[in-house]
């Protein structure tokens, strides 16, 4: 029998109604919908760190770096290869990394970890500026942050950045719990230590740039506020510039005594030659990467994608309506927010994550906003960044499809599935860092390499050789995007 019940419509009246419910239940619980959100985007993060592979060129470069520090035991000066010194980064974060690996052994979770933990640390300290700035929903900051592709992406992945971001940060944070103690008489001898210990970090994680980006933002706050002589004496400390010197004067010493010429490539190279010499030769290691003036802005919108029109619609507010951030932590943020961005903007020679210092700031302002807004805009922005971090997931087949495309880690599978032990692994075509980083260094390098009568090799030759060549299909064991791995 058919409920013919079941079939009446419901009317448009009790529609709206039930709308009006549902929309009003989400507004007293818009807080799940961040708070799901942002363990979604967690869990995902990790995820990609166990499946992705190291990628060329820059996890993978990293990846092996750490690698050969851990393997090889270059602790003192990091190698690009066991004959080459990389003089182009301070040690931490590849301290950090080979130390992972000495622990969890030689693996791409291990690599990234210290960037995933790093990044949990600038979370905590975004947590501490928004205590300071009385945002009632402090944890509102991760959200914020974990939906910002700049600081997901950096959150697990063999760079440099995550280690410089968390030291910045703390940093920052310190040199505020100074200035704001100071103007209120309250003793701040241990927060201005602890400042100059994060700047003595500061010269171990990125060297002289680092300095910079906490330096411009104090800078510009105090020509803000019009006390840079005031600031000066509040934060100046002989026992805290002591303890700067001695975390990082030891380190250079030792890599200039062993590495002549290390202090004039890093300091004058790397600071700047790269970012004042458009199109830059002396890089050793790479090459310069060339964009137009401005360009850093281009990359500031996709950092924070989610949040770009709170960017735009509060720093109008404040340039073109001419209103002033109401608390002096605000203009505090919104100096260290803006002024990388504004260093940056006349540099051709950038790339995308030289935003990422200025993401923090901006995440304890965005999580300021939203904490201020009606419960309407909370639960439609919970909307939003649940529909990111749901998106994000599901396009993950995409992501680990196109990173496989930029690593031989599954060309390197293939030959340890086929090959018996100790046959070499040749590459006629130039390998890369992905394939020192799988092979662990054991491959070899022959461009003209013949087959060898009734002996059974294995060699990697670009992907498009295959297609021009004529090969038996029996003979090809793998082929990528990039290169292909034949049997001889």
Partial sequence: MINHESTVPIPESVQAGLFSRAFEWGRQHHAWLLAGAAILLLAYRLGLMLALPLADTTEA????????????????????????????????????????????????????????????????????????????????????????????????????????????????????????????????????????????????????????????????????????????????????????????????????????????????????????????????????????????????????????????????????RKQRPSSPLERFLWCATLTPLVFFTFSRNIIWTYGLTSVLPFAVLAAKWLDDATPSVRFLTGVGIAAVAVVSVLCAPLVLSNVSGNSDRDLVKAFAREAEPGTNLIYRTRPTFSSSFYTQGTFRYKPDAAPIDRVKQYVVIDRQDVESRTIDPRQIIFKGTRRALVEQ
């Fill in 61 to 320: 470069r990293y990846g092996e770096i750490a690698r050969l520090t851990a393997s090889s035991g270059f602790w003192l000066m990091h190698h690009i290869d066991p004959q080459t010194p990389f003089f182009a980064k301070p040690p931490l974060s590849t301290w950090l990394s080979a130390a992972s690996m000495r622990l969890l052994g030689v693996n791409e979770f291990a690599a990234r970890l210290p960037s995933l933990l790093a990044s949990l640390a600038a979370i905590w300290v975004g947590l501490g500026f928004a205590r300071e700035l009385q945002v009632r929903r402090r944890w509102l900051v991760i959200p914020v942050l974990a939906s910002c592709p700049l600081f997901f992406i950096s959150a697990g992945a063999v760079m440099t950045d995550a280690t410089q971001l968390v030291v910045i940060a703390a940093a920052l944070y310190f040199a505020w719990r100074v200035l704001d103690a100071a103007d209120r008489g309250l003793p701040c001898r241990r927060f201005r230590l602890a400042f100059w210990a994060m700047i003595g970090i500061c010269a171990l994680s990125k060297g002289m740039a680092s300095w910079a980006l906490v330096g411009l933002p104090l800078t510009a706050y105090a020509l803000l506020e019009r006390k840079p002589l005031r600031m000066l004496k509040q934060l100046f400390d002989w026992a805290g510039v002591a303890i700067a010197l001695c975390i990082f004067v030891p380190w250079y010493a030792a890599a200039e005594y062993y590495y002549p010429g290390f202090l004039n490539y890093f300091i004058v190279g790397e600071h700047f030659s790269r970012f004042l010499v458009s199109g830059w030769n002396g890089d050793r290691y790479g090459t310069a990467h060339w964009q137009p003036l401005g360009a850093i802005w281009v990359f500031w919108v996709a950092a924070i994608l989610p949040w770009t029109v709170v960017f735009l619609t509060e720093l109008a507010r404040i340039l073109f």
